[in-house]
């Protein structure tokens, strides 16, 4: 068994910053790759921000230049420094791990349980 626990969500005003944190526990071989995404109520779930273990990096056009995905490999940890927030940043952000958990295992993808940022004044 494999789990993400995320942290660092809450309210901030337009403008603020807030840093995200992932980090995976149980039964882990490799973490290939770890990322971000975010949903808001009624819509799909959307691609914020990715990293590989060799530390390539992809992110959304519309958090480019404010948004920045980290990773600590001996901790299992990704994070997720958001400065410039703006109101449209409003979502529950998920943390997603795309890993195997042995050797020769195929990858799997698991997923946190999200955690709430609002943006408002």
């Known amino acids: 068994q494999v789990q993400l626990v995320e942290s660092g969500g809450g309210l901030v005003q337009p403008g603020g910053s807030l840093r995200l944190s992932c980090a995976a526990s149980?039964?882990?071989?490799?973490?290939?790759?770890m990322g971000w995404y975010r949903q808001v109520l009624g819509m799909q779930r959307e691609l914020v921000a990715i990293?590989?273990?060799?530390?390539?990096?992809n992110y959304a056009d519309s958090v480019k230049g404010r948004f920045t995905i980290s990773r600590d490999n001996a901790k299992n940890t990704v994070y997720l420094q958001m400065n410039s927030l703006k109101p449209g940043d409003t979502a529950v952000y998920y943390c997603?791990?795309?890993?195997?958990?042995?050797?020769?295992?195929?990858?799997?993808?698991?997923w946190g349980q999200g955690t709430q940022v609002t943006v408002s004044s």
């Open positions: 990293i590989t273990s060799a530390g390539s990096t």
């Open positions: 149980g039964r882990i071989f490799s973490i290939y790759v």
């Open positions: 997603n791990a795309h890993l195997s958990e042995t050797p020769g295992l195929r990858r799997t993808d698991y």
